[in-house]
């Protein structure tokens, strides 16, 4: 079966350091792949995505995200944190020409100290 | 434009009891998406409907789960005899068309059994 991880279950930063955030899928197929937050109390917004073309997306606050697709992979970055992006972040997938069911991460928890 | 309306946002029941979860999708939207997260889990899909069809509820357990989504009013999903285990975050999202790339999530409705 498909399946999303997310190395990191919780990371604590500093205010101003980098972050990255790993994410891997396990499929041989063409997939969409995309970055959604939860902050406190709020529902999932979608941060960023990847449909084709230039594998280094931009999406919104300052993220970006680079799909590598010899590594299945669709890591999040972002230069300097803020302590507003404290948050839980997912990783997922949805299968190219599928019902359209997103396939999750685990998620990762980021906690910005100021 | 609204966004995804889901009520109520929390939902305490006793064992045994039934639980309704409504969720009205974004206007236009006619494609319905139920995720389910449990405590430290991501969103694991359950069905995905359209007006007046089930297409896609691989996810749904298959006791005691139903969902619809009616040709007038929100999407219900179902869930009867409620056990401890059912206690989670339960996740509408919404797209235009079922190979829709993007999906919009509402706020969740947490249910409690108690």
């Known amino acids: 079966a498909q399946s999303v991880s997310q190395h990191n279950h919780h990371v604590i930063l500093s205010e101003a350091a980098s972050l990255e955030l790993g994410c891997n899928y396990s499929?041989?197929?063409?997939?969409?792949l995309f970055w959604y937050v939860q902050y406190p109390g709020q529902h999932l917004q979608l941060l960023l995505k990847y449909f084709s073309g230039d594998p280094l997306v931009k999406g919104i606050k300052g993220f970006e995200a680079e799909f590598i697709k010899s590594k299945f992979s669709f890591n999040l970055r972002k230069p300097s944190v803020q302590w507003s992006d404290t948050a839980e972040y997912f990783c997922?997938?949805?299968?190219?020409?599928?019902?359209?069911?997103?396939?999750f991460g685990k998620g990762t928890k980021l906690s910005v100290k100021p | 434009n609204a966004g995804v309306m889901q009520n109520p946002r929390h939902l305490v029941r006793r064992r045994g009891q039934e639980a309704r979860l409504r969720c009205s999708p974004m206007k236009g939207h006619s494609h319905v998406y139920w995720y389910r997260q449990l405590p430290e889990e991501g969103l694991k899909f359950m069905v995905y409907l359209q007006k007046e069809n089930i297409i896609d509820e691989s996810g749904m357990p298959k006791e005691r789960f139903s969902a619809e989504f009616p040709k007038e009013g929100p999407s219900i999903l179902r869930i009867q005899q409620v056990v401890r285990g059912d206690s989670a975050a339960y996740f509408c999202?919404?797209?235009?068309?079922?190979?829709?790339?993007?999906?919009?999530f509402g706020p969740g409705t947490r249910l409690t059994v108690t």
């Open positions: 997922a997938v949805k299968i190219w020409g599928s019902q359209g069911n997103l396939i």
């Open positions: 999202a919404s797209s235009p068309t079922g190979d829709s790339y993007e999906q919009y």
């Open positions: 499929y041989g197929g063409t997939v969409n």
